[in-house]
Structure formats: C-alpha cells, structure tokens
C-alpha cells in the first residue's frame, strides 16, 4: 500500500460526458502529479501541484483540468468525453524532490 | 529534452536466469534515476532509486541498478529471476531542480518456469 488513495477505480461512461477523478496523496506529501497510461502512449505526465499551485504542465489536453485543494486532495477532470480518453488514470506524490509513490489507479473506459 | 529510452519492448527469461533491462537517458546534468515495475491491473512500486554517491545501488525484491554516466545508462539487473518477477518495468528519471519526471515506455518481463 503506497498510501496514495484514488477514486473510482473504475468508470464507464459515453463519449461527450464529463468526469471527476480524486486523489488523496500520502500523508505529508505536498506534491502531487496525475499520468495518464494508455497502451499507445505509455506513461504520459499529464499535470503537477505543489502545495495547492500548479507547477508543471505536461501533455495535458485543453478539456483536462485539475486542481489541488487546501487539504492536499486533487481532482482530475475530464470533459468532452472522446474515446481516445478510455485510459488508466494514475495519481502520484511525493515530497518536495523525491521518488513518486503512485496510486492504483482510476481505468476510465468511454463508449 | 529530457528523454529516456528502454530499447526492450519485450523480455522472455526463464526462471532462475539472470536478468537486465537497460534504460538509457538523455539530460545535461546528473539526474535522479528510478526504476519502477507494474504487475497487472496494479500501480507503479519503486523498486529502487539514485540520487548521488555509490553508483550501484540496491532495491527491493532482489534488484540491482548500476547507473554509468559516460554510458548515460541506469540498467537494472537480477542475478536470479523468479516466476513473481513476471511484469512490466519502467525506468524514469526526475531533473534535478524540477519536478517533472519523465518515463521510459516500459519493458514487459515474462519469465518461463
């Protein structure tokens, strides 16, 4: 157990909709990152917070949002559903510079 | 850019063999260098990592990484694989100075009995 809590660990829904993932980091860690991992394009670095304040932007799509809220938790959201979204949703944190302890991960599967 | 590259897409051993899977980076200065592995349906675990000082360094499960500057390579290495080991590996590293950490597309490790 990495201590890093992701939910849902699993959502279907229909292309055009919109969803929410959240992450609880450990304990302590004020950073967190989200990656999306899709069998076509691996491990891709979506966004990172940093004590509530974006700090780095990856390849992050224009109808992708995130936040990071006062008790550290983050939220992924994702609208405008398409079906190259369907993917395995992952939420890391770690302390200032340091390895990445990751979630579980949240699999979304659009229809 | 930051880059890393893992050249394996694929790798079949049989159990008890020896293993090494190579990564290798591309980055101006010395960065820090991890190595995660990801068993099915589950998360990335750390198996181990390299900041600074001794460059060979231990992690968990048995596993070794050596990290070669002039070679610009963090490969990992098992001296003896077993059937458990069965997962994909991904070999990432983390500039110093930001916080963006890049990954390797992963290497799948099948082990035959």
């Known amino acids: 157990d990495s201590g890093v809590t992701q939910t849902p660990k699993h959502l279907i829904t229909a292309t055009g909709q919109r969803v929410t993932l959240r992450c609880s980091p450990r304990?302590?860690?004020?950073?967190v990152y989200w990656y999306q991992q899709s069998l076509d394009q691996g491990l891709q670095f979506l966004i990172q917070?940093?004590?509530?304040?974006?700090?780095a932007k990856g390849n992050i799509l224009e109808r992708f949002s995130a936040q990071q809220f006062p008790d550290l938790h983050s939220e992924l959201n994702l609208s405008s559903l398409e079906l190259g979204d369907s993917a395995l949703y992952f939420c890391?944190?770690?302390?200032?510079?340091?390895?990445?302890?990751f979630g579980e991960g949240s699999r979304l599967t659009v229809l | 850019a930051q880059s890393v590259t893992q050249p394996d897409i694929h790798i079949t051993v049989s159990e008890g063999a020896s293993l090494e899977l190579r990564c290798n980076y591309s980055?101006?200065?010395?960065?820090?260098l991890f190595w995660y592995v990801q068993s099915p349906g589950q998360g990335l675990q750390l198996l181990l990592k390299?900041?600074?000082?001794?460059?060979l360094v231990q992690g968990i499960k048995g596993f070794e990484a050596e990290f070669k500057r002039s070679q610009s390579s963090f490969n990992l290495r098992k001296p003896s694989v077993h059937w458990s080991d069965a997962a994909e590996y991904f070999c990432?590293?983390?500039?110093?100075?930001?916080?963006?950490?890049?990954f390797g597309t992963g290497t799948r490790l099948k082990v035959l009995a």
């Open positions: 990432a590293v983390g500039p110093e100075g930001t916080y963006k950490y890049i």
């Open positions: 917070y940093y004590n509530g304040e974006e700090r």
């Open positions: 390299y900041f600074s000082g001794d460059t």
């Open positions: 980055y101006g200065a010395t960065p820090y």
């Open positions: 304990s302590g860690d004020l950073s």
């Open positions: 890391a944190s770690s302390v200032v510079v340091g390895e990445l302890f």
